[in-house]
DNA sequence: AATGAATGAGCTTTCATTCAT
DNA sequence: GATGAATGAAAGCTCATTCAT
């Protein structure tokens, strides 16, 4: 006994992550499903609304995995909290990107979702919420400077997350966690320093240097 | 007399501005250029050179200004530099980005897509060049700090305009020149300073602040 | 209740013999079949797999007859025995004449055979293959020269039947089979005799002749 | 200076005999002959004339090859001249498969065609003509048995240089004459000899291999 | 005579959707 | 609920032909 709906939401679920939304039919998301193609038509008006169902459903579960992040704070060395939180942020959008990328080529589709992201304030700015406020706190307890805008330094992080998972969905590489997580430092440590020149003498960056 | 190589183009744009990818159809294109759709195929190889071309010249302004960026070197205040090149790239980037998820959402068009890049020898990382360059004179100059990697920086400068771009549009807003150098600002003096906590005295960071 | 996959290799078999390959296209078989277009990818995957399935069904009593020749090894005189499988092979031949030119007449379709029979682990050499057996057998009985490659002599022998099939349709007549058999014997007389001059006394040919 | 228009029959000549007629296109057609696709519909009425015109003239070509063949009786050993004229007869028809074969996959075409080599008396029949004529002198001479049909003969040896065309012509591959020459040794070997076993004492028969 | 941009009908193929079973 | 054969509109693309220059 089998609920061919979830099937056939989780079977297009899968497909969207992995193909996209251009060339996503429902002769394959019926074959992924391992129903008949008729049997979509039972369960949803049309293929927009099972899109649709598919699509809400995976925006939800990306909120509520970086609504749960910053439970952690003061726990850890800051960098191995961070390193852990980009690593699933970067996990989520690797799953997400072609979503993303779909909405925004089908206007339609972008409207609607759209006005369903303002009802259930699901976006790119709740979700970076919870990495704010995380950052904010950590700038409290004095392990972070206090001279950034924890809400910016936010998005700087998350933005380098979804630079990377779109360059590797997109040329097919799908890198190991180890490699994920020697990236992110890289990048870290650019974040940390600051591009500004130091107005201090040498030792402090040989002190840096060997703090990492 | 008119040069309809151009107009298929221009329609192109127009389309793809008001409807997205997803619905762009060679029909379509023909109709609002007013020409047969036969003639698509004399002008270009096929609908993918067709939109590379479309993207290329809707691209121009942000391929000018990061091109020239290297010839402005160290006159004038190098946030007022940076900050006036970024704007570029986001009014760019607001204006292409449905269309630039759009390629990203086909991996059909995509491929087609590289391919065209490879034909003609070019590639996404030249224009984050002219940045990196840029930058890589600035921190010889000493306006940058000497441990930061220019390209890693260049890319996250980059990055964020791209970000605030598809963020504003996924959310429909569109806010004026000021309000997004006012955000820019914001970004950058996070990154100048850095995530890390200054270990020096109190002074130090007032001299910065002053300096800004 | 019609099995319209059916209906459809037939309707491209008339269409193939009344018009040619050059002037068929999906509209005319799906118009002749009395079915949408649609369907014909629906029990094909593509028009050239529909052509093959055709042209194997027209090659099919080609097919029987070389696969039971060596039933009869042995059992008739041999020159009946030839003469029967030749005459179905002409037959054959003469109807499918135009189509596998046809094939031959473009790359294209002509390489996506190749590739279908790959799959399906057909070839063109199986069916001589039959022939080819069925003669080394004989030539084991004594029945044929001990000198001759069986190979070679099969490959002879088909291509006999082939031509003549050829010629006939390219000048536009039409032997019954009581001709074709009468040119058939002509031809076998001196495949059989060989060309070359007989280098013993007057007996031997005239014993030759006798026995057949 | 330069005659376009006889620049456009043997542009399409040239493309026929390598590409076949099912893709040849005009386009193609303008771009082999460097003229402009226009010009060829001020020499011609329409597509379907140039071709047939381009055919005419190759099927004149090859009738004149073959008729100038047995001027040779008797000059030389029986086998090195048939080795000669079988090579001519492979070259020729090398260069024809693919015309012939597209003749027929156009029923229009092949009814036209069919028309003119009436009235001209071109046809397989007519250049086999050539064969059989020189076969039946050398028979005379004795160099050929007495048991032969002439005709029968010839057409056995035609057969087999255009089976030979066709598979090479159809594998892509185009062997040099050393090697075409060595393949038709072999198949005249089982022709000369004959399929019949050979009535006489065991003698004979090594003496035949001697021979050779 | 020569050009090549422009046309538009027609091609193969795709795919969301329907419906008898 | 479930099937999958069947539909037909529309997609990208080809190509013989025309025509202003």
Redesign the interface.
């Known amino acids: 006994m089998s609920d061919n709906r979830q099937n056939i939401i989780d079977a297009t679920q899968r497909l969207l992550q992995t193909?996209?939304?251009?060339?996503l039919t429902t002769r394959d998301i019926a074959r992924e499903a391992r129903v008949a193609e008729g049997l979509i038509y039972h369960h949803f008006k049309d293929k927009a609304e099972l899109i649709f169902e598919a699509v809400q459903i995976m925006m939800e579960d990306t909120k509520n995995v970086l609504q749960n992040l910053p439970l952690q704070v003061g726990t850890r060395a800051l960098s191995d909290i961070l390193e852990d939180a980009l690593c699933t942020i970067y996990r989520t959008h690797y799953e997400g990107?072609?979503i993303?990328?779909?909405?925004?080529?089908?206007?339609?589709?972008?409207k609607r979702m759209?006005e369903i992201?303002?009802e259930r304030n699901i976006?790119?700015?709740s979700k970076i919420e919870g990495l704010s406020v995380f950052l904010e706190a950590e700038q409290r307890l004095?392990?972070?400077?206090?001279?950034?805008?924890p809400q910016?330094?936010a998005?700087?992080l998350?933005?380098?997350t979804?630079?990377l998972a779109?360059e590797n969905r997109?040329t097919g590489r799908n890198p190991d966690e180890t490699q994920v997580r020697k990236e992110f430092r890289?990048?870290?440590q650019?974040?940390?320093?600051?591009?500004?020149?130091?107005?201090?003498s040498e030792e402090?960056?040989t002190?840096?240097k060997v703090k990492k």
């Open positions: 193909h996209g939304l251009a060339r990107v072609f993303i990328c779909s909405i925004f080529s089908d206007i339609h589709l972008h759209q992201m303002k976006g790119p700015r004095g392990r972070l400077s206090k001279n950034i805008d910016a330094a998005r700087c998350w933005l380098i979804i630079q779109m997109l890289n990048y870290m650019t974040l940390m320093n600051g591009l500004a020149p130091q107005p201090t402090n960056i002190m840096k």
